[in-house]
């Protein structure tokens, strides 16, 4: 009998009401995957490391011509944020489309001595030689991300609190293995060397003036609760801004401020913003394509020069966005936009590049079949709703709007 009633009582438990009606409160839900977790053998440490990786959402329906830069996340702690954070932002175009790679295992920091800092009460931290990680990066993890997922040259890294020792060191030993360097809750970190007496600040402000015509980014915060109670925390930070103001220019850009009204580690997401927007402008990255194509000349001519001047900027191919979630700021629709205003010659070719972006695009080819129809080329225009209609067949998607195309295509044809 008490079995009986503890197996009612454990049914029960597993329902709740709501307004009158039972649920089952252990409902059986389908798992959304935004990342991945990749195990990499390293011969330099002898050892499997493992990183989480996020990659874009249009990664697969890619062509090749689509490559990605890195952003290296020192503390998976914030993966999660920084993933959703450049997936937002470059889903607006607010920054290229990236791949975010986290360490879940970050021991590699080289030694430093912390010259007395309230911060951090030991005269040194970590016991390590970095050395070796850093072969790891370049010689195995960038040229696997590379390999498999079309990883190009331009990198960044984002370390936090005791981590950015290591963003720092490669700003200073590494000066090319990163493009950008961000370090947040690091202002205690710049009043700290590799020996004692020696600080960040001065090395820093050393590799920046030995090489001033290399193009890279530096952000360095700390919160402001953090320098209210470690007051070296906002001399360090402020002293960096003094040393570096003078090399400011178009090749070297920086911030190194005192974040307002944040914790320690509750920095993380605006520093990231405010990081990101010191690499990717905003005024430089919202791309209005109707603007493009309504000024004089070719659009897709326009359109290219605008991206061209990007892509030199950045020393990577940045290509406009093919497709993009309810904006005209796309290729896809700023090609059927130059159809219906009768310039069709124009819009085949948006079209076609568009096509040649997304390969695998039914939409896209189904659009160009559609514009030769405009055009009046009938025959061109069959032959490509053919494709579409093959294609959609192929990846399982609904083909029944295809085959009626083809069949109206077909029924003009035999009338003329």
Known sequence: MKLKQIFLVLILLNFHKVNGQEFDSSPQGTPINYAQQDVIYSKILNESRKVNIYLPDNFKKSSNLQTYPVLLLLEDEFFFMVAGVVKHLSSVERMPETIVVSIL?????????????TFWPSQQLSDENPDPFTRHLKEELFPYLQANYRANNFKMIMGL???????????????ELFNVHIAIAAGDILGMGYKEGEKFINLISTE?????ERKRYLYVTSADSDGRTYPEIKENLYELDRILTPFRSDKFK??????PNEGHYDVALPALLEALNLVFPHEEWSARYRDMVSESGNALNNIDQYFKRLSDKYGFAILPRAERWNSVNRLSWVGPYLIRQGRISEGIEIIERWVEYR???ALALGELAAAHEAKGDLQKAMEIMTQAYNLSKELGQNSELYFDQMEKLRTRINKK
């Open 105 to 117: 295992d970050m021991s590699y920091i080289p030694t430093v001595y912390t010259n007395g800092s």
């Open 161 to 175: 609190s005791s981590t950015s020792i290591y963003t720092l060191h490669t700003f200073v030993k590494e000066p």
């Open 208 to 212: 920046v003036d030995s090489l001033p």
């Open 254 to 259: 920086f911030i190194s401020k005192i974040f």
């Open 359 to 361: 390969p695998k695009s």
